[in-house]
């Protein structure tokens, strides 16, 4: 991947930008116990990193004949409870977005509601998104690449200088399946990278390849 230059990113939020995932874990774990039965956070942690938040609440809910509906309605009431105001921002996420939004563009492909952009002008960093798109989107979710897919026709970016980023492997395969490049987070040594074209476990490690390779002066940035 060294000789891969890009200029475009569209990033996942949770665990990827923000550390979201104690908040999450808190109100997950409680909705299980109060519905069903709890899951050790551990074990809790591993699957929504390995699948998603959603897959386990319809494994649960089909597994013991419960309202899924009211199970994320609880659990998103919850999150609103246990989720700081300002969630923790990953180490060197900021600085990466600046350069390149200084060079090209940031775009946000996250699962999350609006909230996402609440959290991101909360920081000072909604300015570094030249597309942000959400769950109130309604688009399919990861790893259904339809949303990407719509980024980059809108856009007009080019695929082979746009990259997909994110900590789980439906990030990756999702950014596989619209035909873009990918950078896998493991932010949490689990290694499931699922084929990524690069895996960094410092975001501060995406740098070179919007740096090394190219005219950084490249006029068509998307």
């Known amino acids: ?24 874990l808190k109100a997950l774990s409680k909705t299980l116990s109060e519905f069903s039965q709890p899951i050790p956070d551990d074990e809790l942690y591993k699957e929504i990193k390995k699948t998603s938040i959603r897959h386990v609440l319809e494994t649960v809910s089909v597994k013991n004949s419960l309202d899924l509906q ?23 996420a900021r600085e990466i977005l600046q350069l390149i939004s200084d060079r090209g563009a940031n775009f946000l492909w996250t699962h999350r509601d609006r909230s996402a952009l ?41 695929p082979q200088v746009t990259v997909m980023i994110g900590d789980r492997a439906i990030d990756v395969e ?16 689990f290694g499931d990278t699922a084929g990524a074209d690069a895996v960094v476990k410092d975001l501060a490690d995406i740098q070179p390849y919007f740096l090394t390779q190219g005219n950084d002066d490249d006029e068509n940035a998307y």
Request: hydrophobic share 40%; no cysteine.
């Open 118 to 158: 609440s959290f991101l002008t909360t920081e000072g960093m909604s300015e570094l998104f030249t597309g942000i798109v959400t769950a109130s989107d309604r688009f399919p979710r990861k790893p259904d690449p339809t949303a990407i897919n719509a980024l980059v026709e809108h856009y007009g970016l080019d």
């Open 1 to 24: 991947m060294a000789d891969f230059h890009f200029i475009n990113a569209i990033w996942d939020f949770d665990g990827t930008l923000f550390n979201t995932y104690p908040g999450l």
């Open 70 to 92: 009211a199970m994320e309605d609880r659990m998103h009431a919850l999150e609103i409870q246990y989720q700081p105001e300002s969630p923790e921002i990953y180490p060197h």
């Open 174 to 189: 999702a950014g596989q399946k619209a035909g873009v490049h990918t950078i896998f987070f493991d932010v949490d040594g």
